[in-house]
């Protein structure tokens, strides 16, 4: 394994846990806090946090999809030559992945009702799945190893 695919790893999981680790803190830790503080102060708060924690959200969907797609560049012909089950399983972890930006983009834009806590931890479950994915695509690849 040479540098740069070191690098592009510790950006595609870096990338992860800032998005994933960001939306529990706001669900779990900001959101609740809040309601401590009156209705004006809460809205401003708020309102800051949000707009902050979209600049990460935007550099780590950038990063996630920069870094996946030259892995899956990298990894082009394994993939290729590989189980239907694995390419399934792959195939689904990127359709997930886009799923959440969707969701994300969705709620920002107004495009997407309701309450957006609920959206979060949604989100929150569908990160589970993709990475509980990328595991089974990589124990898949040491298998055939
Ligand atoms: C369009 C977006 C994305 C693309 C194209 C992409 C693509 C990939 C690829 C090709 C791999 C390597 C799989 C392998 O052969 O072992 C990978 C690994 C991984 N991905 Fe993604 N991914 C994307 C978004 C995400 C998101 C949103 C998450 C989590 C919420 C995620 C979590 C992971 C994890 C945990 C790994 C395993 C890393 C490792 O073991 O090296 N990915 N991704």
Redo the contacts with the bound molecule.
């Keep these: 394994m040479d540098i740069v695919n070191i690098i592009v790893?510790v950006v595609?999981?870096g990338s992860?846990v800032a998005?994933?680790g960001g939306t529990l803190f706001m669900v779990f830790a900001m959101k609740p806090s809040l309601k401590l503080v009156d209705e004006q102060l809460r809205q401003s708060l708020m309102t800051l946090a949000r707009k902050r924690f979209m600049r990460i959200t935007h550099t780590a969907i950038s990063l996630?999809?920069l870094s996946?797609?030259w892995?899956?560049y990298q990894?082009v012909e394994v993939y290729r030559n590989a189980s239907k089950a694995l390419q399934a399983v792959?195939g689904m972890?990127?359709l997930i992945?886009?799923v959440?930006f969707a969701i994300i983009f969705g709620v920002a834009a107004g495009a997407l009702k309701g309450c957006p806590a609920r959206w979060a931890w949604i989100n929150i479950a569908l990160?589970l799945v993709?990475?509980i994915l990328?595991?089974v695509?990589?124990s898949m690849?040491m298998a055939a190893m």
Aim: charged content about 10%.
């Design positions: 790893r595609h999981i992860v998005l994933v996630l999809i996946g797609a892995t899956w990894n792959l972890k990127v992945a886009l959440i990160a993709v990475i990328a595991a695509v990589r690849h």
